[in-house]
T-cell receptor, first 114, second 113 residues
Framework: AQSVTQPDIHITVSEGASLELRCNYS??????LFWYVQSPGQGLQLLLK??????LVQGIKGFEAEFKRSQSSFNLRKPSVHWSDAAEYFC????????????FGTGTQLKVEL | EAGVTQFPSHSVIEKGQTVTLRCDPI?????LYWYRRVMGKEIKFLLH????????ESGMPNNRFLAERTGGTYSTLKVQPAELEDSGVYFC???????????FGSGTQLSVL
């Protein structure tokens, strides 16, 4: 069975600073990888996804993530954080034939200091 | 276009009572999913409908949970009788096709006292 680990429960960064949220997964084959964001009172919104091909994936809101098979990681990055990025971020993994049956991590709560 | 709508947004009930959560997916989306997040833990898959049929209900915790999707439109998730450990946020999500983008509702916060 697949699993996802997000080692950081809370992260605080200053506005304008760079951001990296960590995600490690466990899955026997090539995974489908996702990052979602949940702002207060909102549903989860897809930031980006990796299915195959280029291991550096660009998403919405200036986010990107890099798939590293050797490290079983799919870290999310943003060069300059905005106060509106404060939210909870979830990494998720899917599998071939599984469609949208996803396994999520426990989430990372991002706080942005002005 | 309306998004995925869930109600109620919050529900507080006592142990042993019954609660029914409702989800209205995006119009035209045949695939409907229920997920649950227990406080501080990961979001877990509960089940998947394709139209009115249960495609996968492997994540349903036990037989106190009953999900339906009559007519392949909205879905309900009933918990009867509710237990303390059922507290959490219940998310509904929908997609047009199985592998297409998933759209989530804002969730129902269920508190069982």
């Amino acid at each position: 069975a697949q699993s996802v680990t997000q080692p950081d429960i809370h992260i605080t960064v200053s506005e304008g600073a760079s951001l990296e949220l960590r995600c490690n997964y466990s899955y026997g084959a090539t995974p489908y990888l996702f990052w979602y964001v949940q702002s207060p009172g909102q549903g989860l919104q897809l930031l980006l996804k990796y299915f195959s091909g280029d291991t550096l994936v660009q998403g919405i809101k200036g986010f990107e993530a890099e798939f590293k098979r050797s490290q079983s990681s799919f870290n999310l990055r943003k060069p300059s954080v905005h106060w509106s990025d404060a939210a909870e971020y979830f990494c998720a993994v899917g599998f071939t034939g599984g469609g949208n049956k996803l396994t999520f991590g426990t989430g990372t709560q991002l706080k942005v200091e002005l | 276009e309306a998004g995925v709508t869930q109600f109620p947004s919050h529900s507080v009930i006592e142990k042993g009572q019954t609660v029914t959560l409702r989800c209205d997916p995006i119009s035209g989306h045949d695939n409907l999913y229920w997920y649950r997040r227990v406080m501080g833990k990961e979001i877990k898959f509960l089940l998947h409908f394709v139209k009115e049929s249960k495609q996968d209900e492997s994540g349903m915790p036990n037989n106190r949970f009953l999900a339906e999707r009559t007519g392949g439109t909205y879905s309900t998730l009933k918990v009867q009788p509710a237990e303390l450990e059922d507290s959490g946020v219940y998310f509904c999500a929908s997609s047009r096709a199985t592998n297409e983008k998933l759209f989530f509702g804002s969730g129902t916060q269920l508190s069982v006292l």
